[in-house]
């Protein structure tokens, strides 16, 4: 890919033919400006309503000043990243850099990216928009196993509401702008490259849960125990999305029992009897009961930003890590009156 296009504000889905020609046309219109001979080389990405034709006249207008008025600075990408929000209320970036190399020949390769994401998120590749750009000089067979290494445990593990989008793409570039020795294989160098990429995604991802519409606070749902890390995911995922899970982390209340309710329904067999659960840190049920706990400590440090729930089943080694946030009343305002 030689340059991403993106729009917000609407999704062109289910916009039948009509969509696919607007796509056809901005990828033309990019390319020609560029003096790209490939439209082909050209992505398109859009975010926002489903269902609306898109007003591709006001791209097409607009792509050659974009054009002229490209530049690699700091300011162009923060209007990137402000630019691409719907419900978000903060533009999401990050960044990392790691040395590749042997003894003596070591270069700094950086990398960049910025997403969008507030709500409709659900685990599915995740409900987003994310773009990221490195100085590297990596094979594209390499950087794509690197990326989806990296989207494994970060945006493939989050989740604001349960909802999945039509529109989900994880984009990377490389230009190899950095000098560095080409990363030919997976040995010392692409493990350093894939680490500093994952931790970009991983931030990432969090911003994303962060922002999640109304939420006040992150979750993080650690299962142990399980019969494998499938299933251990299953748990966590269900837990991670339940209703009732996430409005009593909206009110700090530590309901321990919806929690194992969730993971009863998750379809992964477990013996009940078994199940501990720490909640902040916690203990809140032992061997699937109650274990005595203060309410008042419990509640007071579950209204913290970052509030982790450990699960163990005690069912196997399997083990998963999800991030969610909880759900508010405002979670509901918002996407009441998403249109009107």
């Not at 309503?49 to 898109?54: A, F, K, N, R, T």
Request: proline share 3%; hydrophobic share 45%.
């Amino acid at each position: 890919m030689r340059a991403i296009v993106v729009n917000s504000g609407n999704a062109n889905c289910c916009t039948g033919s009509n969509g696919l020609a607007a796509s056809e046309a901005t990828t033309a219109r990019v390319a020609r400006e560029l003096g790209e001979p490939a439209a082909s080389n050209i992505l398109v990405c859009s975010t926002g309503v489903i269902g609306v034709p898109l007003r591709v006249e006001k791209i097409l207008k607009a792509v050659p000043d974009l054009v002229r008025a490209r530049t690699a600075t700091a300011e162009a990408f923060a209007q990137f990243t402000r630019a691409i929000m719907t419900t978000d209320t903060r533009p999401k970036w990050a960044a990392a850099t790691c040395r590749i190399g042997g003894p003596g020949q070591k270069k700094a390769v950086r990398m960049i990216g910025c997403c969008k994401g507030a709500g409709m998120i659900e685990p599915n590749m995740a409900t987003m928009l994310a773009f990221l750009a490195t100085d590297a000089a990596i094979s594209p067979a390499l950087l794509d196993r690197a990326l989806r290494g990296a989207v494994a445990g970060s945006f493939n593990a989050i989740t604001v509401d349960g909802d999945t989008s039509t529109n989900d793409t994880v984009a990377i570039l490389a230009n190899g702008a950095s000098g560095a020795r080409e990363i030919a294989g997976e040995g010392a160098d692409f493990k350093k490259f894939s680490a500093a990429l994952e931790k970009v995604c991983r931030a990432l991802a969090l911003k994303i849960v962060e922002d999640g519409e109304g939420a006040q606070r992150v979750i993080e749902i650690e299962v142990r125990g399980a019969p494998s890390d499938g299933a251990a995911d299953q748990v966590a995922r269900t837990i991670a999305n339940s209703p009732l899970v996430k409005t009593a982390l909206a009110g700090a209340d530590p309901n321990w029992g919806r929690i194992l309710a969730a993971a009863g329904r998750a379809g992964v067999a477990f013996e009940f009897e078994r199940v501990d659960i720490t909640l902040a840190g916690i203990l809140v049920c032992r061997r699937g009961g109650e274990h005595l706990f203060s309410e008042r400590v419990a509640h007071r440090k579950m209204l913290a930003k970052y509030v982790p729930i450990v699960v163990d089943l005690r069912a196997g080694r399997g083990h998963a890590r999800m991030w969610t946030c909880d759900f508010t009343g405002e979670y509901v305002k918002i996407n009441a009156s998403y249109r009107t």
